[in-house]
């Protein structure tokens, strides 16, 4: 076949060079997107006669549909075919493009008539006089790959190296663009985001740069006593900062700006512009406004707290080293005070809970109920005591001990709710892991012996009462002794873990399989119609327990003897009765041969 790009037709250096530098200008001179992508494709089109040009961008539906290319300019092609390709779904094989863009590697086309890309597109290329394409996936940083840069000739064409090398550049120029304009436009959006979320809330902020003022917010306009924005924009930040706390400040600019850190809230005073002082909790950290570094400072106002943190100091010291959680609310629910023992346990600065109702630490872990009867109780009574979930600042849920009692006036009424409280989180995981030990085998997780029991005698009391029945299968590993002998105990732990699971997974929700020892297990399958019906739960078992495992290098594999013995019986049973059969007929089970199962009372072996 013919190439293309021989020595005579090879793609204009020149023209390319031409090219680069016109898209390039257009990126520095902030051209839209489209009007970048456009000029690229009839650039490259115009590089040579016959030649049509495609730039399709990667878009992924936040519907969550699959990926497809969406149009982002073509020159010399069809508006037909142009339209064919927006929407193109990213699939292996599903035309050239496509399959660039989902495996993120060239895919040339030499011959569109003969290739399998093409099936449900060949017709389409044959009515727009296409005969070759070659796709380059456009890549970013990462090599994710945003988009397909795809050539198409009129008739088939196998493509020179250096043509090769020609279209990967292309490819790279149109993904700068693409990364440069999104880039661009996340920025404007972040800053826009920025702006109004800064208008509307309630703290001083102000963006500065080199200490010069390019932004405030209406809250840092009247914080500073400012008519207009105007007033503050252009001076110095250094003039709204007290003497007595310059240094400090200074030193906090020096470290956001060189390390590029959020520095941490600190309490400040500042200076209006009449000169008066304020006290302030203010916070900064670097951030790029209109394009530039600059410094984005958090100011809040807290002159009246401190004033009133001052005439409270004795009443706060009543309480303020206590190591129970203290918290005061007026009547309605509305938080006064709080102790620093409570703020630690929530993580809610002081602050941030005075005036809040301590519905703020709500958890979700009780209903409507519960707290109908919790203020009942509190209403009628005086006082509630009892455990209560809530939920930290960070979102973490804990559990804490809490006693609330009312202040009553000189009248009998009601004036404020007091509440002592103890974070006993970590005393409740101590209990729950307590338990888990007492309850459960430490190595595969099931149920231990004496859950086991507690369960096997629940389930006999349902057996009776549904008028069903059930099975206790007693389950001991054949050839586990040699396992554990020649191959060590962690060999062994592992193939019990592993067989543990699989066993577990054969049954029903309902059942129970526990680990008695050893390698002995128990299995309690429950709501039999028949005894016929654990027939296949019982082979279930002996394949799952058959199977190999993987240990390193090695294969493992044991099998197992099932005992089993079934409840009700004409005798009253106990549940160790139970126990004692199922392990009596575990033994006929392996004494007959091993991999099979034996039930209590039969005369012959079970095979499965």
Not at 432 to 439: E, I, P, S, Y
Request: aromatic letters at 6%.
């Amino acid at each position: 076949m013919t190439k293309l790009f021989s020595p005579t037709h090879r793609w204009p250096t020149a023209l390319q060079e031409k090219l680069r530098s016109e898209v390039l200008e257009l990126l520095v001179c902030d051209a839209s997107l489209s009007d970048v992508l456009r000029a690229l494709t009839e650039g490259i089109a115009g590089l040579q006669v016959g030649l049509s040009c495609a730039v399709l961008l990667l878009d992924h539906p936040v519907d969550g549909a699959p990926a497809c290319l969406r149009l982002g300019a073509s020159a010399n092609l069809p508006a037909f075919f142009v339209s064919a390709l927006d929407g193109l779904q990213v699939a292996n094989g599903n035309g050239g493009c496509a399959t660039a863009a989902f495996s993120a590697e060239r895919v040339i086309v030499s011959d569109i008539s003969l290739h399998p890309y093409w099936t449900n597109y060949r017709e389409l290329a044959t009515r727009a006089g296409l005969g070759a394409c070659w796709s380059q996936p456009m890549l970013a940083a990462g090599q994710q790959v945003v988009g397909v840069l795809s050539v198409y000739h009129r008739t088939p064409q196998n493509p020179h190296e250096l043509d090769l090398v020609t279209l990967a550049q292309l490819a790279k120029l149109a993904s700068l663009a693409v990364v440069q304009r999104r880039a661009a436009q996340q920025l404007q959006e972040s800053e826009a985001r920025f702006r109004a979320l800064a208008e509307h809330t309630s703290e001083a902020i102000l963006v500065h740069q080199n200490t010069r003022i390019v932004y405030v917010n209406p809250a840092a306009i009247k914080l500073f006593g400012a008519q207009t924005a105007q007033d503050l924009l252009g001076t110095c930040t250094t003039d709204r900062i007290h003497p007595d706390h310059m240094a400090q400040q200074l030193k906090r600019l020096r470290n956001i700006i060189s390390h590029r850190t959020t520095m941490p809230l600190v309490e400040s005073r500042f200076l209006r512009l009449d000169g008066t002082a304020l006290e302030v909790e203010v916070q900064g950290t670097t951030i790029v406004f209109d394009g530039q570094e600059s410094v984005h400072v958090s100011i809040r106002d807290i002159t009246k707290r401190k004033f009133n943190e001052q005439r409270l100091k004795v009443a706060a010291s009543v309480f303020g080293h206590a190591l129970e959680g203290i918290l005061i609310t007026t009547v309605e629910g509305i938080i006064v005070e709080a102790n620093q023992a409570f703020i630690r346990i929530t993580g809610y600065p002081r602050d941030e809970l005075l005036g809040r109702n301590p519905r703020l630490l709500g958890s979700g872990h009780h209903d409507k109920m519960f707290y109908a009867n919790f203020w009942q109780s509190l209403m009628q009574q005086g006082q509630w005591s009892g455990e209560l979930w809530n939920r930290r600042k960070n979102g973490e849920v804990y559990v804490q001990l809490q006693h609330i009692s009312a202040v009553f006036d000189d009248q009998g009424k009601i004036t404020h709710f007091v509440a002592l409280c103890s974070d006993i989180t970590s005393r409740k995981a101590q209990e729950a892991r307590l338990d888990q030990l007492a309850h459960f085998d430490t190595l595969t997780g099931l149920p231990n012996r004496r859950l086991k029991a507690d369960r096997l005698r629940q389930a006999m009391t349902q057996t009776v009462r549904r008028g069903l029945r059930l099975a206790l299968v007693y389950i001991d590993l054949d050839g586990f002794k040699a396992i554990n002998d020649t191959y060590g105990h962690a060999a062994g732990d592992h193939l019990l873990v592993s067989l543990a699971q699989r066993m577990k997974q054969v049954l029903r929700n309902g059942d129970t399989l526990a680990r008695i020892g050893g390698d002995e297990f128990a299995a309690i399958l429950v709501d039999l119609e028949h005894e016929q019906e654990s027939n296949p739960l019982l082979q279930r078992l002996l394949n799952a327990a058959s199977e190999p495992v993987s240990f390193g290098d090695l294969t493992l594999q044991v099998s197992a003897s099932l005992g089993v013995t079934f409840y009700p019986q004409v005798q009253d049973m106990t549940s160790e009765d139970l126990l004692n059969q199922a392990d009596h007929a575990m033994y006929r089970a392996k004494k007959a041969g091993k991999n099979q199962h034996h039930v209590h009372g039969q005369t012959h072996i079970l095979m499965m």
